[in-house]
Nanobody
Framework: QVQLVESGGGLVQAGDSLRLSCAAS????????MAWFRQVPGDERVFVAG????????YYADSVKGRFTISRDNAKNTVFLQMNTLRAEDTAVYYC???????????????????WGQGAQVTVSS
């Protein structure tokens, strides 16, 4: 069983930056692709960014490409999401997710992920 805990959310102004962290326990993340999803009330949880188990491949939603960067530190069992030039439409609860997947592919569908964190609120004021 993998436990994921997000941190680093908060309230910022448009144009600011935030870095989310996702710390894992219970199992090493070496065999997991990792991703960040986000959800606003009344909408589905959508893919934001993902990174392969090796860190060699990343993939981003078009809405965040060029502004967000996903990275991982397997030695610390932690994944990060650096969010720059934040916009009001980035406001959401951000979820970390783990996919037991050593294919070096980054999957984007919610059902493909095996473990989830509890979420971190990010609010961007315009």
């Amino acid at each position: 069983q993998v436990q994921l805990v997000e941190s680093g959310g908060g309230l910022v102004q448009a144009g600011d930056s935030l870095r989310l962290s996702c710390a894992a326990s219970g199992h090493t993340l070496d065999n997991f692709a990792m991703a960040w999803f986000r959800q606003v009330p009344g909408d589905e949880r959508v893919f934001v960014a993902g990174i392969s188990y090796s860190g060699m491949r990343t993939y981003y939603a078009d809405s965040v490409k060029g502004r967000f960067t996903i990275s991982r530190d397997n030695a610390k069992n932690t994944v990060f999401l650096q969010m720059n030039t934040l916009r009001a439409e980035d406001t959401a609860v951000y979820y970390c997710a783990a996919d037991l997947n050593r294919s070096n592919a980054v999957r984007t569908r919610r059902y493909e992920y095996d473990y989830w964190g509890q979420g971190a609120q990010v609010t961007v004021s315009s």
